[in-house]
């Protein structure tokens, strides 16, 4: 089992920058890695990023390949999406979420989520 818990969204202007984080507990989270994804209104919940604890494999959505940056920090249990050149298509939900194996792209493949921060991009 997998607990994940997101925090640091908000209001953003276009161009700007926010971090939200996302902290895993429970039996199994070294055996996890974790993606983050995102869901605006009316739209399909959408891959966003994913790394390893070890930070030695990341992958990312090309609509936020060179803005975005995520990071494992597993003292802490915490990974990290850092987000840059903010735009108003960026708004929407963000989630992490928990899977094993190789990095996954599809909702499918993760077990766990979180319920979700808030990010809203002003123009």
């Known amino acids: 089992q997998v607990q994940l818990v997101e925090s640091g969204g908000g209001l953003v202007q276009a161009g700007g920058s926010l971090r939200i984080s996302c902290t895993a507990t429970?039996?199994?989270?070294?055996?996890?890695?974790i993606g983050w994804f995102r869901q605006a209104p009316g739209k399909e919940r959408e891959f966003v990023a994913a790394s390893r604890w070890n930070n030695d494999d990341t992958k990312y959505a090309d609509s936020v390949k060179g803005r975005f940056t995520i990071s494992a920090d597993y003292a802490k249990n915490t990974v990290y999406l850092q987000m840059n050149s903010l735009k108003p298509e960026d708004t929407a939900v963000y989630y992490c979420?928990?899977?094993?194996?190789?990095?996954?792209?599809?909702?499918?493949?993760?077990?766990?989520w979180g319920q979700g921060t808030q990010v809203t991009v002003s123009s």
């Open positions: 979420a928990a899977a094993m194996g190789l990095l996954a792209t599809t909702r499918s493949r993760y077990s766990y």
């Open positions: 429970g039996r199994t989270v070294s055996r996890h890695y």
